[in-house]
């Protein structure tokens, strides 16, 4: 009975062993799909674009930090180890998307209009942002009118 139970314990870690190996491959294999499209689809480039869009805000609300240090920290934020953060958005990926979905989304970055949005997403991104923020000013100041208008 005792022999029996040892060896079915062992057999559980063996099973468990096994399988947080196979898992650790797939991940590894599929953190790489993940990097792969990242690349593919220009992911520093609109990151770049995202933390200067950032630091022009943050530069506003303090005028007195002299230019030299904000050209620093923003030097040190794009310097910021992009291995890190694919092993991170990996995660993400992981959880709503199958490596099929994956492959899909690479074949489609990798055909002519998945490449021209690519090249083209940093530019579209920077629009977006710039109209949406005037939108949203436009929005606020609106809010404010009907405020005031209700006697706020």
Do not use: C
Not at 1 to 29: E, P
């Amino acid at each position: 009975m005792q022999k029996k139970l040892v060896f079915q314990i062992l057999f559980l870690v063996f099973l468990l062993l096994y399988s947080a190996s196979f898992l650790g491959a797939q991940s590894k294999s599929y953190r790489a799909r993940v990097k792969e499209m990242l690349e593919l689809t220009k992911y520093k480039e609109n990151f770049k674009v995202g933390v200067e869009n950032m630091m022009e805000n943050i530069i506003k609300l303090r005028p007195d930090v002299p230019e030299e240090l904000w050209i620093k920290l923003k030097d040190e934020f794009l310097g910021a180890s992009m291995e890190e953060l694919i092993d991170i958005v990996s995660g993400v990926y992981f959880k709503h998307l199958s490596k099929e979905d994956l492959d899909n989304v690479i074949a489609f970055y990798k055909s002519p209009s998945g490449s021209k949005l690519a090249e083209k997403s940093p530019l579209i991104n920077q629009e977006v942002m710039d109209a949406a923020r005037s939108w949203g000013e436009k929005i606020g100041q609106d809010f404010i009118k009907k405020l005031e208008k209700e006697g706020y």
